[in-house]
Each structure stands twice: as C-alpha cells, then as structure tokens.
C-alpha cells in the first residue's frame, strides 16, 4: 500500500522531443506528488510537485499530470534538452515529511 | 546561502564496525530527514528530526539511529554494519513545520562495508 511504482526504469529520447515518466500509487491518502531530478553524484532536487486537488501543474517545459480515479501521475518534459539526461523520481507523501519514492527512471536525451 | 552539508563524503568500514554521518542542514530549516539509497531498493526513508524529535522512523532496523541537536545538525548511526548497509546516505533539510514541503538534499556519504 505504501509503495510508488515508477515506469520505464530507463528511457532514451531525442533532443526536441518529449520525455513521458509514469508513477502509480496505492495509497489513496497520500496527498503530495513531487518529482526530484537527480543528477550523478548529486543528491535529488526537487523539480516540481503536485496536491491532488489540481490536475495538472506546468512550470517551464515541466508538466505533472495527476489522474486522482486512476491513481497516477505523470510527468512529461517537453522539447527536452543534452541537459536534462539525469535519472528521475516520482514521491509520494501522507501529511507527513516522509516520502515514498519510485524506483527512478534514467533518462537519456541523445543530440 | 549554503546548502545541506555532509560529512564524511565517503567511508569504508568492515562489517561489525559502526559508523557515524553528519548533517547540517540549511540555515533555519529545522527538519531533517534521511533517507537510504542503493541500486536495489532505491531511495528508502530512515527518519526525520524536528525540534530534536523524531516526528517519523521508516521500517528499518534498530541498528539504525539518529539524534538532532538543538542547532539542528543532525547525525545518524549504523551499528553492527553488515555487507547491505554499503549505500548513499542522503541527508534532506526542510522549512516546513506542519505539512510537507520541498526537501533539500545533500550530496550525500557513500558508505562501503566490506
């Protein structure tokens, strides 16, 4: 009940075009949704979230899709760039500063 | 501003040994959490501190521990390390009181056990 389950584990995408990662979820009392992006010897940094009172969420070429009946979300980077090849979490949370996190995606965005 | 501070970056121990991580969270954040992260499992959550209590504890072993100090560094303890406990040890700091909010994290200590 508590885990977050993250597809494709890894994902190689041209450079313009458009990065699709999926999360499902259990716990219909999780209430907070973010995505981290985690750069090789980095820790995760936050790149956008969502509560499930909003559908969907866009910041820049960043969009979370969040489906409250299907339990999923989605995150999608449009026209992705070299620069955005990292490896990718989907979180989730209940009310409380403990997140569960999808197993990662590693992204790979070839010039 | 300076980030969340880890320290040792990286250490080797044996199994049996324990070890100690330190965190030093951004300045005026008073929540820290840590969290495990292997290839296996990925990013597991061990704890969180706020005010010098631990608000949250994840399912892992007694082995295990931490404490945060009234200045709100924060260390956690491995004791009896065994072959599995080698990973990244991600320390996060947080603003947020009450309802959660963004984690910043650190670079990490990567912990070997041989």
């Known amino acids: 009940q508590q885990q977050v389950k993250q597809s494709p584990q890894s994902l190689i995408v041209q450079k313009g075009g458009i990065s699709i990662i999926n999360c499902a979820y259990e716990?219909?009392?999780?209430?907070?949704f973010p995505w981290y992006q985690q750069f090789p010897g980095k820790g995760p940094a936050l790149l956008i979230a969502?509560?499930?009172?909003?559908s969907e969420k866009k910041e820049g070429r960043f969009t979370i899709s969040f489906n409250k009946s299907a339990k999923q979300f989605s995150l999608h980077i449009m026209d992705s760039q070299p620069g955005d090849s990292a490896t990718y979490f989907c979180?989730?949370?209940?009310?409380?500063?403990?997140?569960?996190f999808g197993q990662g995606t590693r992204l790979t965005i070839n010039p | 501003k300076a980030g969340v501070t880890q320290t040792p970056r990286y250490l080797i121990k044996t199994r049996g040994q324990q070890v100690t991580l330190s965190c030093s969270p951004i300045?005026?954040?008073?929540?820290v959490s840590w969290y495990q992260q292997t290839p296996g499992q990925g990013l597991q959550f061990l704890f969180e501190?706020?005010?010098?209590?631990?608000?949250n504890k994840g399912n892992f072993p007694g082995r295990f521990s931490g404490r945060q100090f009234s200045n709100s560094r924060s260390e956690m303890n491995v004791s009896t390390l065994e072959l599995g406990d080698s990973a990244l040890y991600l320390c996060?700091?947080?603003?947020?009181?009450?309802?959660?909010?963004?984690?910043?994290f650190g670079e990490g200590s990567r912990l070997t056990v041989l």
């Open positions: 996060a700091s947080s603003l947020s009181g009450t309802q959660v909010g963004e984690l910043f």
């Open positions: 979180a989730a949370s209940q009310g409380a500063q403990k997140l569960v």
């Open positions: 300045s005026g954040h008073r929540s």
């Open positions: 716990n219909t009392a999780f209430d907070y």
């Open positions: 969502i509560r499930p009172d909003v």
């Open positions: 501190y706020f005010s010098e209590t631990q608000r």
